[in-house]
């Protein structure tokens, strides 16, 4: 049972891989243990976002991942 979760653009950077498996479920708590702690500062952050199952949380903190879920850390974008 584990539960996928990306890390995009330079969030990929600063974990070191572009992905990782966690044991599942996986709340907020897990989530910022996971990731390590650099990655874990920038999710404090209010311009980063999760997504669970393919849709944006509007609450990141709510964030309860089941087995076979993608997890995926949504840097800030940038461009124009």
């Given at each position: 049972?584990?539960?996928?979760?990306?890390?995009?653009?330079?969030?990929?950077?600063?974990?070191?891989?572009?992905?990782?498996?966690?044991?599942?479920?996986?709340?907020?708590?897990?989530?910022?243990?996971?990731?390590?702690?650099?990655?874990?500062?920038?999710?404090?952050?209010?311009?980063v976002?999760?997504?669970?199952?393919?849709?944006?949380?509007?609450?990141?903190?709510?964030?309860?991942?089941?087995?076979?879920?993608?997890?995926a850390?949504?840097?800030?974008?940038?461009?124009?």
């Amino acid at each position: 049972m584990s539960v996928t979760i990306l890390f995009l653009g330079p969030l990929a950077d600063l974990a070191g891989e572009k992905e990782r498996e966690v044991d599942a479920p996986l709340d907020w708590a897990g989530l910022i243990d996971a990731v390590g702690a650099e990655v874990a500062e920038q999710l404090e952050l209010e311009r980063v976002n999760v997504a669970c199952k393919g849709r944006v949380l509007a609450d990141k903190r709510a964030l309860m991942a089941e087995d076979g879920d993608e997890v995926a850390l949504l840097p800030p974008v940038s461009g124009g």
